[in-house]
T-cell receptor, first 114, second 109 residues
Framework: KAGVTQTPRYLIKTRGQQVTLSCSPISGHRSVSWYQQTPGQGLQFLFEYFSETQRNKGNFPGRFSGRQFSNSRSEMNVSTLELGDSALYLC?????????????FGPGTRLTVT | LAKTTQPISMDSYEGQEVNITCSHNNIATNDYITWYQQFPSQGPRFIIQGYKTKVTNEVASLFIPADRKSSTLSLPRVSLSDTAVYYCLVRYNTDKLIFGTGTRLQVFP
């Protein structure tokens, strides 16, 4: 069974631009969560989606948004990029909501904002 | 304020048992505590999960005291390949998912 895939793997953007990251979960998994990882802040929760509905959201500004499609694939969007948005963005999938179920992480998308 | 803290780093030798503690205030009674392992340039990998007392699988044990204000990941007989960063993950008030600060484990031969 194929693992979680994220595209693109690397991305360089300029301040003020917007970016869309994509995540394809493991087949059959209906839950997708997104995390931001930086050296200073560590791993931080962004969103959790289940069956196309956002179930939970972390403490990030409204510039960060996401969605999940009917095939469980998910995208996250960051508008008006800031230098501080440079990070590794990780997507994880789970058969059901995170609670009580193992999450499988993708390799991440490394975003650099210049 | 939800806070999940871990020791920054730990050193061990091959064959020893390693215990890594995660402190988490105010997690709900039925919320799970999950531990992940992360190698450089990779996403975290699931190790073990539980919500009370003790859970054991083929690679680790998880100890959770009755007050649930902390949890301890126990790695028996570590090897060089266990050198990685270890994170706990908890959910506060069935809402926010909070990762611990991470513990960098270095195993020496």
């Amino acid at each position: 069974k194929a693992g979680v895939t994220q595209t693109p793997r690397y991305l360089i953007k300029t301040r003020g631009q917007q970016v869309t990251l994509s995540c394809s979960p493991i087949s059959g998994h209906r839950s997708v969560s997104w995390y931001q990882q930086t050296p200073g802040q560590g791993l931080q929760f962004l969103f959790e989606y289940f069956s196309e509905t956002q179930r939970n959201k972390g403490n990030f500004p409204g510039r960060f948004s996401g969605r999940q499609f009917s095939n469980s694939r998910s995208e996250m969007n960051v508008s008006t990029l800031e230098l501080g948005d440079s990070a590794l963005y990780l997507c994880a999938s789970s058969p059901r909501l995170v609670e009580g179920y193992e999450q499988y992480f993708g390799p991440g998308t490394r975003l650099t904002v210049t | 304020l939800a806070k999940t803290t871990q020791p920054i780093s730990m050193d061990s030798y091959e064959g020893q048992e390693v215990n890594i503690t995660c402190s988490h205030n105010n997690i709900a009674t039925n919320d799970y505590i999950t531990w992940y392992q992360q190698f450089p340039s990779q996403g975290p990998r699931f190790i073990i999960q539980g919500y009370k007392t003790k859970v054991t699988n083929e690679v680790a044990s998880l100890f959770i005291p009755a007050d649930r204000k902390s949890s301890t990941l126990s790695l028996p007989r570590v090897s060089l390949s266990d050198t990685a960063v270890y994170y706990c993950l908890v959910r506060y008030n069935t809402d926010k998912l909070i990762f611990g600060t991470g513990t960098r484990l270095q195993v020496f031969p």
